[in-house]
């Protein structure tokens, strides 16, 4: 344990010395890409215990991020349009077109550490602030009227399940090709995005494509 606390604090040292021997740089990059998203513990349960999974949203993230890079470590912020949540595949007789949209003004806050020319990883923290949290679909509803018995699929929405924030933990893997980044990150919350306890958790992948404009 000894040799291993050592020669991480080496390294921090020589990471130290190349940082101050090198220039710093400030960077403003816009990003738009695709969310490939889901959420733990969000199975539907039915009277007769049919069980819904959830499966993929297929969402936008746009925004900017603001980085500051000295040597091999870079520090940034951001500001993305999230689209999360997930779907439902449909089961006759009981709903259809069901789907839990959760799109966020995210603030990610991220440490780069470079690797190679143009190669980094990262990892940060990403708080996110809900503009719309609705749940909605069409169920299988069946009525009786002075006319007869009715039955038909009738639309549905709630707004009231899901908290107004969350946050996730981004890790990531990024790629300069010149002005160009190509970036992959995978955002998981330990954080419960109902009000209720249900254990409810963001998951999702990010790919983006951005431009880095010196300042």
Request: charged residues 25%; hydrophobic residues 40%; proline residues 4%.
């Amino acid at each position: 344990m000894k040799k291993i606390v050592l020669t991480i604090a080496a390294m921090l040292v020589q990471l130290g010395a190349m940082a101050q021997t090198e220039a710093s740089r400030w960077s403003i990059i816009p990003k738009i890409g695709a969310n490939f998203s889901t959420m733990t513990q969000a199975d539907l349960y039915y009277e007769d215990m049919t069980k819904a999974d959830p499966t993929t949203r297929r969402g936008i993230a746009v925004g900017a991020e603001a980085e500051y890079r000295r040597g091999p470590l870079a520090l940034s912020a951001g500001l993305i349009y999230s689209q999360q949540g997930c779907q439902y595949d449909d089961m006759e007789g009981v709903f259809k077109n069901q789907e839990l949209r959760l799109d966020y003004l995210s603030v990610p806050l991220m440490v780069h550490f470079y690797v190679a020319p143009g190669l980094a990883f990262k990892a940060g923290i990403q708080p996110g602030f809900a503009v719309r949290k609705n749940k909605k679909g069409e169920a299988f509803t069946i009525e009786d009227r002075a006319d007869g018995q009715w039955s038909g699929y009738r639309p549905f929405s709630d707004d009231g399940l899901y908290r107004s924030f969350d946050y996730t933990i981004p890790i990531g893997v990024s790629y300069d090709l010149d002005q160009l980044r190509i970036e992959c990150r995978y955002n998981f919350s330990p954080h419960d995005a109902t009000k209720y306890d249900l254990n409810e958790k963001n998951r999702f992948w990010q790919v983006t494509l951005g431009y880095r404009f010196e300042l």
